[in-house]
C-alpha cells in the first residue's frame, strides 16, 4: 500500500494521547493515527450533536425573525438587494447630514 506523508496540527492533549496508546500497543504514532482514523471513517456516520447552551438558529423569537429575513434577502436578486442597501446608505447620510448621529439599522421586507 503506497503511503503519503501529511503535517497536520493537533491539540497537545491528543497527541500526548496518542503517544501514551501508541507505547501501550508497541506501535508507532503514526499506525495508531491511522487505525483511528480508518475506524472513524468506517463507522457509519453520526449527526452532529450541539452544545446543551445554545440553541440552534431559529428556535427563539428573534432567531425565527432573523432566519425569516435572510431567506427573504436571499430571494431577491444581486441587483436588488444591492439597490436596498444603497438606498439604506443614502438615508443614513442624510441623516448625519442634518446632525444625526444615531446608528441606523436598516431592514427591508
Known amino acids: 500500500m ?14 500526548a494521547a496518542a503517544d501514551r496508546r501508541a507505547r501501550e500497543l508497541d506501535r508507532s504514532r503514526s499506525r495508531v493515527i491511522a487505525e483511528a482514523l480508518r475506524a472513524y471513517l468506517e ?18 423569537a428573534i432567531g425565527s ?8 434577502d436571499l430571494a431577491r436578486s444581486p441587483a436588488e438587494r444591492l439597490r436596498t ?14 446632525g444625526g448621529y444615531a446608528r441606523w439599522l436598516c431592514f427591508h421586507s
Open 43 to 60: 463507522s457509519p456516520s453520526q449527526p452532529q450533536v450541539r452544545e446543551a447552551g445554545r440553541p440552534a438558529y431559529g428556535s427563539d
Open 65 to 72: 425573525a432573523r432566519r425569516a429575513q435572510l431567506e427573504r
Open 85 to 98: 442597501a444603497e438606498a439604506a446608505a443614502r438615508t443614513a447620510r442624510a441623516h448625519r447630514a442634518h
Open 2 to 15: 503506497p503511503y503519503a506523508r501529511i503535517a497536520i496540527t493537533l491539540p497537545k492533549h491528543l497527541v
